[in-house]
């Protein structure tokens, strides 16, 4: 199969999501944004001291005693496996929630089932990826597609659309070594989300105006909270290294966690922004994410975490050390303090939205829509599009500024 083939397979669940984006519910015809933010700033804030302290110590010089890195990450060692390539078939990535099989909530059901149909689409894209790049065998993507737990949908439609997929495919495997990489697996995949539509967790209709405006209002929200401090904080960092004790100590004595998240994405996320601080942003991020709470910032907060630490601690290039294990194991944690959200706080119509936009962000593959290396930078145009902003204007005399507002 060549590259043009092969990207099409890779973005082909995006394209599904991107296309999911005119999905709404009648309600969201209200007034979004109060009900999106009704609870902003109710949720109490994290301890990060521990992290201020490895700081302090690293800026005085004393880093060289110890490993600050593994005691940065500490709680995160699934990041620092030696296995470069790890199959993403195992069961544990899927999501079980035990105190909704009895429950009549059908819609929470339904996001279950999207999450999963989500997952195994993400994942079989990686391992397909691993045997086209020649990494492993066609028999080691055999075996991982395999053992994909197919039949573990509320829904039957659900699992019978995923189940014959997977048949699909090991029918394909039986062919010849090479066939499992055919093109008729993409065409099928193209099949098989197209069918997914009918599966999303609410209403689905033609006319996206309602959704537009939900995005709107978020996108004001939360250009506005906090924007004024985020603002002065920069002013005050005069100096690279000030900044990070600037935002680490700002984040510590935040109000609240809807607080400490927006300053963490105004940190990250801003054209004053800078890769040398890419060692902080992420640690601070992971201990945000860790305390199971939600805010309507939270998915913002998982995808500059990702692209970040991949930076920083994973390479950019096509062989680098990508752990989509370890970034699931934090997707399904996100995706489930947002779900158990939703179903206390059956109003916000945001929370339903970030879900699926979670669900829709591909594993961090080797080959898609960027040409020169991983797919870490179209997540960094999505996620952190100020701070490329800053790179397009100092390149570009800010030609490009206007097309990544757009």
């Known amino acids: 199969m060549d590259k043009g083939k092969w990207n099409i397979v890779l973005g082909s669940w995006y394209m599904l999501l991107v296309a999911l984006m005119s999905v709404n519910c009648s309600s969201c015809k209200s007034d979004a944004s109060d009900e999106m933010f009704a609870n902003l700033g109710k949720e109490e804030k994290v301890d990060i001291s521990d992290i201020i302290d490895i700081y302090k110590k690293c800026a005085e010089g004393h880093s060289d005693s110890f490993d600050y890195q593994d005691v940065l990450f500490k709680g995160c060692e699934e990041l620092h496996g030696d296995d470069m390539y790890v199959f993403q078939a195992d069961a544990d990535y899927l999501l079980k929630l035990p ?15 999207w999450y999963n149909c989500g997952i195994i ?12 790049r020649e990494i492993c065998s066609s028999a080691d993507v055999e075996d991982a597609v395999r053992k994909y737990d197919t039949k573990q949908f509320y829904s039957d439609g659900m699992r019978s659309m995923m189940t014959g997929m997977q048949r699909k495919i090991m029918d394909k495997a039986n062919e010849g070594e090479d066939s499992i990489f055919s093109e008729s697996i ?13 599966y999303v967790p609410f209403d689905y209709v033609t006319d996206s105006a309602a959704v537009a405006m939900l995005i709107e209002q978020a996108d004001s929200v939360k250009r506005c909270y906090c924007r004024e401090k985020i603002d002065s904080l920069w002013n005050k960092g005069a100096k690279e290294d000030e900044c990070v004790s600037i935002f680490l100590n700002a984040i510590q004595e935040a109000a609240s966690f809807d607080e400490q998240c927006a300053l963490l994405c105004g940190w990250a ?33 998982w995808g500059i975490w990702r692209c970040t630490y991949q930076k920083a601690y994973g390479g950019m290039s096509r062989d680098s050390s990508i ?8 997707r399904r944690r996100v995706f489930t303090t947002a779900l158990r959200y939703v179903a206390e706080n059956p109003a916000d119509q945001y929370a339903r939205f970030m879900m699926l936009d979670i ?18 930078p ?10 490329l902003r800053h790179l397009f204007n100092s390149g570009n005399n800010g030609s490009e500024s206007e097309d990544l507002d757009e």
């Open 99 to 113: 105190e909704f099989d009895s429950t009549d909530n059908e819609e929470i059901k339904k996001f279950v089932d």
């Open 121 to 132: 689409l993400n994942n079989m894209n990686s391992d397909l990826e691993l045997g086209w």
């Open 186 to 198: 993409t065409e099928y995949m193209f099949e098989v989300m197209a069918d997914a539509e009918e």
């Open 269 to 301: 996320n801003n054209e004053n922004s800078d890769y040398v601080q890419d060692a902080w942003i992420p640690a601070v991020a992971y201990r945000l994410m860790c305390a199971d709470k939600y805010s309507p910032f939270l998915e913002m907060v």
């Open 323 to 330: 752990p989509n294990e370890a970034y699931n194991l934090m």
């Open 359 to 376: 669900v829709g962000d591909p594993n961090l593959n080797r080959f898609g829509e960027f040409m020169f290396g991983n797919q870490t």
């Open 378 to 387: 179209i997540e960094e145009m999505k996620y952190m599009y100020e701070r």
